[in-house]
């Protein structure tokens, strides 16, 4: 299992495509990330988005395929949901990996509270946009809320 998100750039290089709406100049809006962003490089380190099941399929099964990962013997796949909670746990029995509060999930993750300049509805932001994907982004992005740079929250155990 890896370590965080697939990102950008990872997708990139073995699909040869990124699909996704956080990218490039939709990123530079916020400036929460911009203050973090390595020089001249925009969007690599985020989270790829806009992957349906089949294409993150795809990918696992061309990652697999490379020569380096068949050297190794790696096979890629997604987890059960069974493997994927005992992951995330790492062992604890609190409501979140971090502990019990709101405060305490804000180490672990992104969401729409805490991803923006100010807390938000991000459902209530996708029924305005009315299916529309972009239109929803630029709902969030009004907000300052886009997709953070990977591994800059509290790892789980």
Known sequence: MGIHEVTQDQYLRVMGKNPSVFQGEMLLK???????????VVGHNHPVDQVTWDDAVEF????????REKASGHV?????????????R????TAYNTGDSKESLEQAGWYGD????????S????????????QYALGLMAN???PHPVGRKKPNA
Not at 30 to 40: A, F, L, Q, S
Request: aromatic share 8%; proline share 7%.
């Open 90 to 93: 790492a062992g604890t029995t």
């Open 60 to 67: 696992c099964k061309r990652l697999s395929e490379m020569p």
């Open 144 to 146: 300052g809320n886009t």
């Open 30 to 40: 916020n400036k929460k990330i911009v203050e973090t962003m390595e020089p001249g």
């Open 114 to 121: 805490n991803a923006g300049s100010k807390p938000i509805d």
């Open 76 to 88: 890629y796949r997604f987890p059960t949901e069974a493997e994927w909670e005992y992951a995330c």
């Open 123 to 134: 459902a209530e932001k996708f029924r305005e946009a009315k299916g529309n994907i972009k």
